[in-house]
């Protein structure tokens, strides 16, 4: 099967790369910014996107994958792109599946929602949508990551056994669940996520935190906003993608 890899450049591009010449496939790389779709392939998979700069979210998380989407379309070819967890936001539900309400709560989550509704609207049983939780590639920039080097540096922390739980998954497991899409043909929105609890932070003596209340949540984001709001949710409740 011929497979054509579009992204930014970088690791992740080639480890994608990389991971599906070891499978057997027949593999073409492509940057995003060249993401004419190759004849004959039987499967675009498009692992680009901008995470941090604002400007370029639209054009990375929104355009380029919508125009790739409709050239697959053209040629009846299969379509894998990442989402993300970010969409479903200020989704309070202790298990939030694909399925739950989606609210996000800054731009990324927003372009991000932008093209799962596109995707939706295109009514492509060929477009396979998968949706990471923080991703943790040992760089420090995962929300697992962070938690851990704030427990260092604050061992006072310890001391406290909190009830929540972070989603996070590795580099190497979202990469096995991209190619499981494709051997499966996969279709509809695929969740990739794993949880982190943070008891495990905990030392063997510590004071339970007990698990607020989520009016307790939503008061608070009157005066701390949503975004912060919902990362103490997943201190103290923690939640599970399934």
């Not at 979210?57 to 894998?80: A, Y």
């Not at 609207?121 to 760089?139: D, F, L, Q, T, Y």
């Amino acid at each position: 099967m011929k497979v054509q890899v579009i992204g930014n450049r970088g690791s992740f591009l080639n480890d994608v790369f990389n991971a599906l010449t070891k499978k057997g496939f027949y593999v073409i790389s492509t940057l995003s910014e060249e993401f004419n779709i190759i004849d004959s392939v039987s499967y675009v998979v498009y692992v680009g996107g901008e995470t941090r700069d604002q400007e370029r979210m639209h054009e990375h998380n929104v355009s380029i994958p919508s125009i790739i989407l409709n050239q697959c379309q053209e040629k009846g070819v299969s379509f894998i792109y990442l989402s993300s967890l970010s969409v479903f936001g200020w989704c309070l539900d202790d298990k939030v599946t694909a399925k739950s309400t989606r609210h996000p709560v800054d731009v990324y989550g927003i372009s991000k929602l932008e093209m799962d509704c596109f995707a939706l609207g295109s009514g492509g049983e060929r477009v396979c949508a998968v949706m990471p939780a923080s991703i943790h590639s040992g760089r420090g920039r995962s929300s697992v990551e962070k938690i851990i080097k704030l427990f260092d540096n604050y061992p006072i922390l310890g001391f406290f056994s909190f009830p929540g739980s972070l989603s996070y998954i590795r580099r190497d497991d979202l990469i096995d669940i991209i190619i499981n899409c494709i051997e499966n043909n996969r279709s509809g929105f695929v969740i990739a996520s794993n949880n982190y609890h943070l008891k495990t932070l905990s030392r063997k003596l510590s004071v339970p935190i007990p698990k607020f209340p989520l009016i307790f949540i939503r008061l608070l984001a009157f005066f701390i906003g949503k975004k912060r709001a919902l990362l103490l949710k997943m201190i103290i409740r923690g939640n599970k993608y399934i």
